[in-house]
C-alpha cells in the first residue's frame, strides 16, 4: 500500500521517479486533445474516489482529468453532501469507500484527517491539501522547474510571505532532492519547527524580502489569506512588506522565474506586472498539475518509483 500524504512518503528516489514519468507522460502527449487516453491506458478499470472538504479549481480538475487520461474512472464528492458532513467519521468513511474505489483522493483542513483516512483504507490515499502541506502543488512546481532545464540540486528557491501549507512541502522536496530554501516570513507566521526539520538543515528563515531573493533561481508566494483565515487584516498589514514586485525580482538571478500556486491576488502577494509578466511560470505551473497527479497515481498504484 502506498499512500501519498507529505512528500517523504515517496522519499527521494521516489519524488524523482515521479517526476522523470511526469516529464515522459507530458510530452508523448504533445498536440493531443485532452480527453484522448494515454496509449498505454495504465489505470484502465480504475476508480478514484476525489472527497473535497475545501472548495477547489485545479485539484479537482486535474485529478478528474488526470485519471481519464490514464484510462480510469472518477468519483467526486462534496463532503457537505456526505454523511462524512453529517458526522460520520473519517475511519468509517475510509473503510466504505474501499469498498468502491480504487484510491481516495481527499482535501480537506486538518492533517489529523488525512492521517486518519490512510489508517483505516485498504486503498491509497492521496493528500489534495491540508493545513499542513501540499505535497501535489509541489510536484508541479518542481515539474515546471525542471521544464526550464534547471536541476534541483543545488538550486536557490525564495519564499515571501506566510510559512503555510505550501512551504512545509517545498521545505521536504528540499530536503529530499537538495537544493536550498531561503523563507523571508513576518515575525508570527513562520513555518513551525517540525516543517522546517524535514528540510534536513537546506532551509533558512530570513526577516527581509530583498535577503532571501537576492540571487534566487525561483521565487515564490502563494495568498495571504486562506479560505475562512480569521483577522485577515493583522496579517495582511504584517505581510505587505514581503510582496513580489518588480524591484525585487530584479535582485534575483537574470533568469529567474516566478511561481504561485493559485489562486492569486494581484497587488497583494504579487503585483500584476510579475504575476503577468515574462518572468512567470504559473499558467505552465497551473497545467502541470495534471501531469503530476498522473504520475502521483501511477507511484500510488506501484506502476513507477
Known amino acids: 500500500m502506498r499512500h501519498f500524504l507529505d512528500l517523504s512518503d515517496a522519499g527521494g528516489d521516489g519524488l524523482a521517479a515521479i517526476l522523470a514519468d511526469a516529464l515522459d507522460r507530458k510530452a508523448a502527449r504533445a498536440g493531443w486533445t485532452k480527453g484522448r487516453v494515454d496509449a498505454d491506458a495504465p489505470l484502465a478499470g480504475h476508480v478514484l474516489g476525489m472527497v473535497f472538504e475545501k472548495n477547489s479549481t485545479r485539484t479537482r480538475v ?139 538543515g537546506r532551509t533558512r528563515v530570513v526577516g527581509t524580502a530583498r535577503e532571501a531573493v537576492e540571487g534566487a533561481d525561483i521565487v515564490a508566494t502563494d495568498t495571504w489569506i486562506s479560505m475562512g483565515q480569521a483577522h485577515a487584516e493583522t496579517k495582511l498589514a504584517a505581510m505587505l512588506p514581503f510582496q513580489v514586485d518588480a524591484a525585487l525580482m530584479t535582485t534575483a538571478k537574470p533568469d529567474a522565474h516566478f511561481l504561485h500556486c493559485l489562486p492569486a491576488h494581484r497587488g497583494e502577494e504579487v503585483t500584476a506586472e510579475v504575476i503577468d509578466g515574462p518572468q512567470s511560470l504559473i499558467w505552465a505551473e497551473a497545467e502541470n498539475r495534471l501531469h503530476a497527479q498522473k504520475s502521483i497515481l501511477r507511484w500510488c498504484f506501484g506502476q513507477i518509483g
Open 62 to 200: 486535474s485529478f478528474d482529468m488526470a485519471v481519464r487520461q490514464l484510462g480510469g474512472q472518477s468519483i467526486v464528492m462534496d463532503a457537505g453532501q456526505m454523511q462524512l458532513g453529517r458526522g460520520e467519521t473519517v475511519a468509517d468513511t475510509a473503510r466504505v469507500l474501499s469498498g468502491y474505489v480504487d484510491a481516495i483522493m481527499i482535501r480537506t483542513d486538518d492533517h489529523a484527517k488525512v492521517e486518519e483516512m490512510a489508517a483505516h483504507a485498504s486503498v491509497p490515499v492521496i493528500n489534495g491539501l491540508t493545513d499542513a502541506s501540499h505535497p501535489c502543488q509541489i510536484v508541479a512546481d518542481l515539474l515546471t522547474i525542471l521544464e526550464q532545464g534547471k536541476t534541483l540540486p543545488g538550486l536557490k528557491v525564495a519564499w515571501l510571505g506566510d510559512g503555510n501549507n505550501v512551504l512545509a512541502s517545498i521545505i521536504e522536496a528540499a530536503g529530499l532532492l537538495h537544493f536550498d530554501v531561503l523563507a523571508a516570513c513576518p515575525q508570527g507566521y513562520q513555518p513551525p519547527d517540525a516543517a522546517l526539520a524535514r528540510g534536513k
